[in-house]
């Protein structure tokens, strides 16, 4: 990183809100949420210089775009500052990061908010496949499926299987993890869900098959809900310790960042590595960028993760393209509990994708407040034991889009 970018805090919705149910539409979420985060941090909204909105596809569930107007609309001191909105599926909520952090260093602002934010339980299931289906190649891939992401997903767990062969006991111990650890987090969508014994199998009636290897409690959630977060440059962030009594290393910052996209089809994806060791080799790239910008040579330097789980394969092909094992390893870090809360390299305390929930635009940005609340010592029941660096690994589409953030302190 060529200049530090703080994070000065941040806020969420619950992810268990059905806010179309409560009779409220997607500014009032914009709105609560932005609000919430302003006031938490402590900061006059006159003071924020920028505004960034990450969303996936709020046209398409919604029927509401220029999300970026609304900033002006819940702070009148933002009217006439500059704003854009992001799409890049589960992955814009990094866009939106990524674009107020090239803001700062640019030195064109210094203080940014960002939100992430998606309404997707405002219609009916199929439906909502269906939109989120915007994210393969229309008309080309994910043809005549009732459910195109588990679909596609699923054709992933056949590639590792194809190249090194895979339990899916290990896909449902990383799904049953995430649940447990969304047991903790008061803003999860599943965390007063009960799971009977047995479901975490192949029992057909308590885990039924979505597509193909893929079962119900394999899948991340559609959600509701909105994160946001501020954003501060060395002179703001300086100003807001001082006028706090803090010491500016105390406050969390991107220490480094990684994104590189591929092709579209996941075909084209699969042929182009098809003799390499790992699947994806620019999503691993991705993580290595990140770690290496922050200053580690090695992803165990840092105290843990929050991974994209949209579906169980998606952890574990992080687990691996991040360096976690060796190429087609992964389940040997799913038997010996490194990715448990108390593991060597805990995943997904806050209980990510499946058990937290995944409002598709907000999850880039909420993977940062979770690292944020575990280095300020912030995260209540989910808090780890002291980290002081946090990676965040954020995926759109068939990995057509990878992101990601060290967020640390000190």
């Given at each position: 990183?060529?200049?530090?970018?703080?994070?000065?805090?941040?806020?969420?919705?619950?992810?268990?809100?059905?806010?179309?149910?409560?009779?409220?539409?997607?500014?009032?979420?914009?709105?609560?949420?932005?609000?919430?985060?302003?006031?938490?941090?402590?900061?006059?909204?006159?003071?924020?210089?920028?505004?960034?909105?990450?969303?996936?596809?709020?046209?398409?569930?919604?029927?509401?775009?220029?999300?970026?107007?609304?900033?002006?609309?819940?702070?009148?001191?933002?009217?006439?500052?500059?704003?854009?909105?992001?799409?890049?599926?589960?992955?814009?909520?990094?866009?939106?990061?990524?674009?107020?952090?090239?803001?700062?260093?640019?030195?064109?602002?210094?203080?940014?908010?960002?939100?992430?934010?998606?309404?997707?339980?405002?219609?009916?299931?199929?439906?909502?496949?269906?939109?989120?289906?915007?994210?393969?190649?229309?008309?080309?891939?994910?043809?005549?499926?009732?459910?195109?992401?588990?679909?596609?997903?699923?054709?992933?767990?056949?590639?590792?299987?194809?190249?090194?062969?895979?339990?899916?006991?290990?896909?449902?111990?990383?799904?049953?993890?995430?649940?447990?650890?969304?047991?903790?987090?008061?803003?999860?969508?599943?965390?007063?869900?009960?799971?009977?014994?047995?479901?975490?199998?192949?029992?057909?009636?308590?885990?039924?098959?979505?597509?193909?290897?893929?079962?119900?409690?394999?899948?991340?959630?559609?959600?509701?809900?909105?994160?946001?977060v501020i954003l501060a440059g060395e002179r703001s962030a300086r100003q807001y310790a001082a006028e706090r009594g803090l010491k500016l290393a105390d406050i969390p910052r991107l220490k480094g960042w990684g994104h590189r996209s591929a092709a579209l089809l996941l075909d084209r994806k699969l042929a182009l590595s098809a003799d390499q060791p790992l699947i994806f080799p620019h999503a691993a790239e991705c993580g290595r960028?990140?770690?290496?910008?922050?200053?580690?040579?090695?992803?165990?330097?840092l105290d843990g993760l929050e991974t994209h789980d949209c579906f169980s394969i998606t952890e574990y092909m992080a687990i691996d393209h991040l360096g976690l094992t060796e190429p087609g390893k992964s389940w040997q870090a799913v038997e010996d509990g490194v990715i448990q809360k108390d593991g060597r390299f805990p995943i997904n305390p806050s209980g990510g994708l499946i058990g937290l929930g995944h409002p598709v635009g907000?999850?880039?940005?909420?993977?940062?407040?979770?690292?944020?609340?575990?280095?300020?010592?912030?995260?209540?029941?989910?808090?780890?034991?002291?980290?002081?660096?946090?990676?965040?690994?954020?995926?759109?589409?068939?990995?057509?889009?990878?992101?990601?953030?060290?967020?640390?302190?000190?």
């Open positions: 990183m060529d200049a530090p970018i703080y994070i000065l805090g941040g806020a969420q919705t619950d992810f268990s809100r059905n806010w179309a149910r409560e009779g409220l539409d997607i500014f009032d979420m914009f709105r609560d949420c932005l609000s919430d985060a302003v006031s938490r941090v402590g900061i006059d909204p006159e003071q924020i210089d920028v505004g960034h909105v990450g969303a996936f596809n709020a046209q398409l569930f919604t029927g509401q775009g220029i999300l970026g107007g609304f900033f002006g609309h819940v702070f009148p001191e933002m009217s006439g500052k500059p704003t854009s909105c992001h799409e890049a599926a589960c992955a814009s909520g990094s866009m939106a990061m990524l674009s107020a952090m090239r803001d700062i260093l640019s030195g064109h602002y210094d203080t940014a908010a960002v939100i992430g934010l998606e309404m997707m339980r405002c219609t009916d299931g199929k439906t909502a496949a269906e939109h989120l289906g915007a994210a393969t190649w229309k008309g080309v891939e994910a043809q005549d499926v009732d459910y195109p992401w588990p679909h596609m997903f699923d054709r992933i767990i056949d590639e590792y299987d194809r190249r090194y062969g895979i339990n899916t006991d290990h896909l449902k111990t990383i799904g049953r993890t995430n649940f447990e650890n969304g047991h903790l987090n008061p803003n999860a969508q599943t965390r007063k869900w009960n799971f009977p014994d047995g479901c975490f199998s192949d029992n057909d009636e308590l885990n039924p098959v979505i597509e193909g290897r893929v079962r119900k409690l394999d899948c991340g959630q559609v959600t509701d809900g909105a994160a946001a960028e990140a770690i290496q910008r922050a200053g580690f040579s090695d992803i165990y330097e907000a999850t880039g940005v909420r993977m940062v407040l979770d690292c944020y609340k575990q280095c300020t010592g912030q995260a209540g029941d989910m808090q780890l034991d002291n980290p002081r660096n946090m990676l965040t690994f954020n995926v759109g589409g068939s990995t057509t889009t990878c992101a990601s953030f060290v967020v640390g302190v000190g």
